[in-house]
């Protein structure tokens, strides 16, 4: 399997793990507030001059507060309420800002017809808080009919507002104006503001603070971002494949091409290997082949004259037995350059084999043939051989007539035989 398909199937299995999680709200965060860790407290407004009492009682990690509200005194909002002290200082406090939701179950009996509490979470800051001044906390705070039985009911933090007597009292910049709940010291549940007088009992059965680990929003954007991401790269990958690929296959095409090249030189070369003695460079047989057919034909039509001259090295055999084999192949290499040199470029030296060679001359009728036969015996004759020995040759001569190539280079190699026969180096031309 491909690396890009493995990622591909781990993301959706790690995608499917992630949207389960989240369903099943594994991502739930909580903070618990109970009687067990911190301190409840009962509080009434008799330290303030007023005439109200409470008591509290803690049972089985329940808070149980009791409380009579009286009016009549000087004190003019007479209250109770608890509080719950999540530190020991009002400076340094509990960071809830992680959290969206306050989970509150609170029993709350009443002969008051207000069946509200209120809730402060009190958020502390240097910017506001004095160290000896419990009033200088920000009040974020609620009021809710908590009822009898309900259960816990779940209030959004963002409900939350701040008291305006206390931005006004305080002089609280608008920066500080709203919700906090990053430094939390203190809880407080109290009776509703508008409670003149008459019986409560608030029982705090849990108070638990809610929140995600990763928030849906966040959690959707990984997501989308690990999939673009995904996609990207895959996008990326297949390019620079594609561009790999494509090197390949060029680098490919130039190794043919260049192969291609090399195949086309040996093919030349192999075909003039073909057509070429291999010991003297002269045409063989076979090279003039299709062309003494062409001039056979030229000559039937009475469209040319052509003749053919039979050579053959005289006592070639004693130059072998003298010189060696070695010196004979030389002087063979030599008489073929010398033949060269003295007949026309469309004429044909040819080595028919061993020491016999044959010249045929185009548009040349047998006396012109004749002619430049003897002048190429002459120069034979004449030549300073490489063993500085003279050497000679015997020629035969033959004009093309009615007649086939083979019966021609027939009646040249007798007129050549002839002229062996008289002695050598010599020219005999059949009649
Ligand atoms: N060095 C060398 N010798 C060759 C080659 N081909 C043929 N010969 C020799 O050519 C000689 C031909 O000898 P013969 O046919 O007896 O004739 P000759 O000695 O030339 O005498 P005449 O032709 O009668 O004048 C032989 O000794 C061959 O070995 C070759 O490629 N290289």
Same mark, same amino acid.
């Given at each position: ?14 995608? $499917? ?8 709200? @594994?991502? *739930?965060?909580?903070?618990?507030? =109970?009687?067990? #860790? !911190? ?77 509200? $509490? ?8 240097? @910017?506001? *808080?004095?160290?000896?001044?419990? =009033?200088?906390? #920000? !009040? ?167 003749s053919a001259l039979f050579i053959d090295i005289d006592h070639f ?18 008489f073929v350059?010398v033949i060269s040199t003295h007949i026309?470029?469309?004429d044909?030296l ?5 020491e016999e060679f044959i010249v045929?001359f ?5 006396q012109q043939a004749m002619s430049r036969a003897e002048t190429l015996r002459a120069t034979i004759a004449a030549h300073?051989w490489?063993?500085?020995?003279p050497l000679t040759c015997s020629i035969g001569v033959a ?13 040249a190699?007798?007129a050549l035989?002839k002229a062996k026969?008289r002695g050598r180096n010599q020219v005999v031309c059949?009649?």
């Amino acid at each position: 399997m491909r690396n890009i398909q493995k990622i591909t199937i781990g993301i959706v299995i790690v995608t $499917l793990v992630i949207l389960v999680w989240y369903h099943f709200r @594994a991502n *739930t965060k909580t903070y618990t507030v =109970t009687p067990d #860790k !911190f301190h409840f407290a009962n509080i009434d407004d008799s330290s303030k001059g007023g005439l109200s009492s409470s008591a509290i009682e803690i049972k089985d990690g329940k808070a149980y507060l009791t409380c009579s509200v009286v009016k009549e005194s000087d004190y003019p909002w007479p209250y109770c309420e608890l509080e719950i002290s999540l530190s020991d200082n009002l400076i340094r406090g509990i960071d809830f800002s992680d959290y969206n939701k306050i989970s509150l179950d609170i029993d709350y009996t009443t002969t008051h017809a207000n069946k509200r $509490l209120r809730v402060y979470i009190r958020n502390s800051h240097p @910017a506001y *808080t004095r160290v000896d001044e419990p =009033t200088s906390l #920000k !009040f974020n705070g609620i009021e809710y009919p908590p009822g009898f039985g309900d259960g816990a009911i779940a209030i959004a933090l963002d409900t939350f507002q701040v008291l305006t007597w206390w931005i006004a009292d305080n002089g609280i910049s608008i920066e500080h104006a709203s919700p906090d709940f990053s430094n939390v010291p203190i809880i407080e549940i109290a009776t509703a503001s508008g409670v003149t007088e008459g019986e409560f009992e608030i029982v705090v059965n849990s108070i638990e603070f809610q929140g995600v680990w990763i928030e849906e929003s966040t959690m959707l954007k990984g997501l989308l971002y690990t999939w673009l991401l995904l996609i990207i790269g895959f996008i990326l990958y297949e390019q620079a494949k594609l561009h790999r690929r494509l090197k390949q296959s060029h680098k490919r095409a130039a190794r043919l091409f260049k192969l291609n090249q090399n195949l086309n030189e040996k093919n030349i070369e192999f075909s003039e290997l073909a057509n070429r003695d291999p010991l003297t460079g002269a045409l063989n047989r076979n090279a003039v082949q299709d062309w003494l057919k062409k001039m056979a034909q030229q000559v039937r039509w009475g469209n040319q004259n052509f003749s053919a001259l039979f050579i053959d090295i005289d006592h070639f055999k004693n130059v072998n037995d003298k010189y060696g084999h070695q010196v004979g192949d030389d002087i063979l290499r030599e008489f073929v350059l010398v033949i060269s040199t003295h007949i026309r470029s469309n004429d044909f030296l040819v080595r028919w084999g061993g020491e016999e060679f044959i010249v045929f001359f185009p548009e040349t009728n047998g006396q012109q043939a004749m002619s430049r036969a003897e002048t190429l015996r002459a120069t034979i004759a004449a030549h300073h051989w490489c063993h500085n020995k003279p050497l000679t040759c015997s020629i035969g001569v033959a004009q093309m007539g009615e007649e086939r190539i083979t019966e021609m280079i027939a009646r040249a190699d007798e007129a050549l035989y002839k002229a062996k026969g008289r002695g050598r180096n010599q020219v005999v031309c059949s009649q």
